[in-house]
């Protein structure tokens, strides 16, 4: 019995030891491995991605190159998905490909944790707007991912309902608030939408559409301006809506939220391309009955958009196997086999400029009101201007949460809240030691 | 004798024994800790645009990491919001576990395996699962307790203490439950006989007895409050009135995986380290000579 147990404590220290031993090596053997080493035989591949049915995807493709064998592991997405690929980075085991949100790549690039692939990417870059291309080099000579998918953002609102309340399709954010005011007054059950202080993304998609720019390079210099003119106009503009309580204050993806869109009490909802999966299957009592619009503008007569969420791939800096990892990346998001899969199968809104073609049939949620859907995207979609996403979203991003939680409950002013996401992010980037412009 | 000779084994022996304790702690438990310390002491340094390779560097910085963790008002605050939840926690589940230990060790109550089976059942219920559980039922439009806002920022606190107290009052009475089990019935026989009501025996018998144990579970519950995350992480995404740092766990979660500052998640950790020891460790000098019976 005791030496079995000390048998087993041996065992396991000498285990540790090894484990230990294996993680500490790694981080040092990376940078030598030059890219274009191809080893003999076939290599496998990791990669790390939320988008469904990638397993299906990557099968196709397995099929095809018996000598570089992908294997997916599904993760969780969003923010969680984004520390969770940081971290793995940090202990020397970060898988070789990772699905990469545009607003979490410079994090990613800071860290030192993907790979420049500007070389092997030179040939696909006319596939892409200048935009999209803008966000995976940070407008620098580096490319650090390949785009993936893009979210333009429209309004998606309840055709029936409108009519039954005697709106129009809000133009403008005037009208927006006109709307607004008019469904509220008519049953103060019904709002016509939402504000989320959970959803970031979304408000960086709006303050886009406003022309903001919270973060940009001017020669070595980071340039922050999230409080900037555009984005304080955006927040007042809800700011006041909420105070008026003619919009509603549910955080979105919420069982509240699911519950007003599916029994017809909240009308409206400006989000992104990606919406027809959501509403599919939170609401799924109103299929047939939303259609989409351009976001209301600013001014009459202007036509803009924003982007909330898009992703590209990106290969780590740690993959041993980087020519292969790239050759993948490039097949899944600019050959026609490939993205054609994502559409069909990931239901995603391909980067590429080639994947209009794909796009065919109308997400099933929208046959009857809105057939013509993805002609509708792609119209929007030509108006959308992003930003640079910063190297420190991450801290962004929970300012805004728990900022615009705190205007709600202490019913603020919303521009305070804009400053405050300034201030922190500001603040964390002196206290790393980016080099500030002002 | 063989004395000279058998010596060396015999002392060593001892260190033998103990190698895998002493192992399975080094790894475990102070290694960790040594790299909590020494991440305490650093943090990242980035260069120009912080892009590129080799323009961030990890740099010692001494206390500031420690210094900038004590004097953060939010965690604090923290602390104070989970002072109150703690309270309110610690009276009404130790109270509940109390009376329905008691209640289930006199002889008149019936279906006393059933209840302590129901009782004791919402502990085998994962947190995250009571959380949502719960949340749903906070939730205004699908609450089947309608009119009441679980959620507003002055319910907040008791609506998380509902979930612990859901949670946790099962263990606890199993605690206290066995405990008194274990008392010889002749005690209560004796007091019976000298005239004690069953109201009596409980107060002035089975309670004194029972001290130790509630002593012990206390300092569980102190621990376990202190160290709250769970509920107010899962309740968060539900509700404006949760904030990322509502208790000081959180603030760690949000800088080491949120922000991506494990040097300041490290320090704040020391500091929450520091505070529960001196917490559970302070509570139980103040009640030693009661518990275990030592006197100074």
Same mark, same amino acid.
């Given at each position: 019995m005791r030496t079995h147990r000390l048998a087993l404590a041996a065992a396991f220290a000498t285990l540790l030891a090894a484990g230990c031993g294996g993680t500490a090596e790694s981080p040092a053997a990376a940078p030598s491995a030059p890219a274009s080493s191809a080893p003999a035989g076939p290599v496998t591949l990791t990669y790390w991605t939320w988008a469904p049915n990638m397993d299906k995807i990557a099968a196709v493709w397995n099929q095809a190159n018996p000598d570089i064998q992908v294997t997916v592991s599904k993760q969780a997405g969003g923010d969680d998905a984004a520390a969770k690929f940081l971290t793995a980075a940090k202990a020397g085991n970060a898988p070789d490909l990772v699905q990469a949100e545009y607003q979490h790549l410079p994090s990613f690039i800071a860290a030192d944790a993907v790979a420049d692939i500007a070389a092997e990417t030179a040939a696909v870059k006319p596939e892409f707007s200048e935009g999209l291309w803008g966000l995976v080099t940070l407008g620098t000579e580096s490319v650090y991912a390949i785009p993936q998918d893009s979210g333009p953002m429209m309004l998606y609102y309840r055709k029936d309902l409108f009519e039954k309340y005697g709106i129009s399709v809000p133009k403008t954010w005037e009208e927006y608030a006109e709307a607004a005011r008019t469904v509220h007054k008519a049953d103060p059950k019904v709002y016509l939408g939402s504000f989320s202080s959970k959803d970031p993304g979304w408000f960086a998609g709006l303050a886009q559409q406003a022309g903001a720019q919270w973060w940009s390079i001017s020669g070595d210099a980071w340039k922050v301006g999230i409080n900037d003119a555009a984005t304080t106009k955006v927040a007042d503009f809800w700011g006041g809506l909420v105070q008026e309580g003619v919009i509603d204050d549910q955080p979105y993806f919420t069982p509240e939220w699911n519950k007003a869109l599916n029994d017809g009490t909240q009308l409206s909802w400006p989000s992104a391309v990606w919406g027809p999966g959501v509403l599919e299957s939170n609401a799924p009592k109103g299929k047939g009955k939303w259609a989409v619009a351009p976001l209301p503008q600013w001014n009459a007569g202007e036509n803009f958009s924003g982007f909330w969420g898009g992703s590209s791939t990106a290969v780590s800096a740690t993959s041993k196997n980087r020519a292969a990892a790239v050759k993948f990346a490039t097949w899944l998001n600019t050959d026609p086999q490939g993205i054609d899969l994502l559409v069909k199968e990931a239901f995603v809104y391909p980067a590429s400029g080639k994947g209009q073609a794909a796009l065919g049939e109308p997400p099933a949620y929208f046959a009857e009101s809105q057939p013509d859907f993805w002609q509708q995207a792609a119209t929007i979609g030509s108006s959308a201007r992003g930003f640079t996403f910063g190297p420190n979203v991450g801290v962004t991003y929970n300012a805004y949460k728990d900022a615009f939680d705190k205007a709600l409950q202490d019913k603020s002013p919303f521009s305070a809240s804009v400053g405050t996401m300034q201030d922190t992010t500001v603040a964390d980037m002196q206290k790393s030691g980016f080099t500030l412009a002002q | 004798m063989a004395g000279a000779r058998g010596g060396a084994p015999r002392s060593a022996a001892p260190y033998l024994f103990l190698t895998p304790a002493i192992v399975l702690f080094t790894l475990f438990l102070a290694v960790p800790i040594g790299y909590t310390v020494y991440l305490a002491l650093r943090r990242t340094r980035v260069s120009g645009l912080g892009l590129g390779r080799g323009s961030r560097r990890e740099v010692f910085v001494g206390l500031d990491n420690l210094r900038a963790a004590v004097t953060d008002g939010e965690l604090w605050a923290g602390w104070l919001r989970v002072l109150g939840y703690g309270l309110i926690v610690l009276v009404v589940m130790l109270g509940l576990a109390l009376l329905f230990a008691l209640l289930l060790d006199s002889a008149h109550v019936r279906l006393a395996r059933f209840s302590r089976i129901a009782i004791f059942l919402p502990y085998a219920v994962p947190g995250v699962v009571a959380s949502l559980m719960w949340g749903f039922l906070y939730l205004p439009s699908l609450?089947?307790? /309608?009119?009441?806002?679980?959620?507003s920022p002055s319910a907040l606190t008791y609506s998380m203490a509902n979930v612990a107290v859901w949670g946790g009052t099962g263990f606890n009475m199993l605690v206290l439950y066995t405990n008194l089990r274990a008392i010889p019935r002749s005690y209560y026989e004796a007091a019976r006989m000298d005239g004690a009501s069953e109201l009596a025996i409980a107060l002035r018998v089975k309670i004194p007895i029972l001290v130790p144990a509630l002593i012990l579970t206390m300092v569980f519950s102190i621990i376990a409050t202190l160290q709250v995350f769970t509920e107010p992480t899962a309740l968060r995404p539900f509700t404006n009135t949760i904030s990322s740092t509502w208790s000081p766990l959180m603030k760690v979660y949000r800088d080491a995986?949120?922000? /991506?500052d494990l040097y300041s998640a490290a320090a704040t950790s020391l500091v929450i380290a520091a505070i529960s020891l001196v917490l559970s460790f302070g509570f139980l000098r103040l009640v030693r000579g009661r518990a275990f019976g030592e006197s100074r």
């Open positions: - | 609450t089947p307790l /309608g009119g009441l806002e679980f959620l995986f949120v922000t /991506g």
